[in-house]
């Protein structure tokens, strides 16, 4: 595991595709190699009541729930982790530049961070955060669900709700996973 001290490792893509699953595999690896790790989820995610990260095949990993990338920083300066894993980056508080920075001093102190996040909203369009953290990435895995519609592998999460906020937490009942011709399709009808 000392090969990916001081590297990002980035797990991206729709919905129900297994970044989470990726993420916690990733951390629990560490863990059993004997590094100091950690994991963090936005407290906006609120689909569990525990301070979990939690996949849709129900394995979970405890985290700390956080709202900023101010608080990932006061974490480390006080406790000095090993590995920060983040989990549903795209919901973190603090502006693109404050978080790239703030990932970008952890990397030079040789801590290697593990995020997995959406790299698109429910329209198609980038989040933010994802796309310019992704050229930092040292190891970058886009992973595809199935689309529900033909079974081919799945490009967006599809919003099966009537909200237009472009953030709505759900899961199964809100969202679903679309091949881009079944998401362009959907948006046609």
Known sequence: M????????????????????SLEKDVKRFMIAGYKTVAFKPSIDTRHVKPEIVTHDNTSLQAVLVDHISEIMEYYNTYKPDVIAIDEVQFLGGTVNEIVSSVNKLLANDITIILAGLDMDYTGTPFEIVKELMPFADYLYKHHAVCVKCGTDAWVSHRKTKEKERIVI????????????????????
């Open 170 to 189: 759900g899961a199964a009942k809100e969202y679903e996973p679309l091949c881009r011709k079944c998401f362009l399709e959907e948006k046609m009808s």
């Open 2 to 21: 000392h090969q990916y001290k001081g590297k990002l490792i980035i797990h991206t893509g729709s919905m129900f595709s297994g970044k989470t699953s």
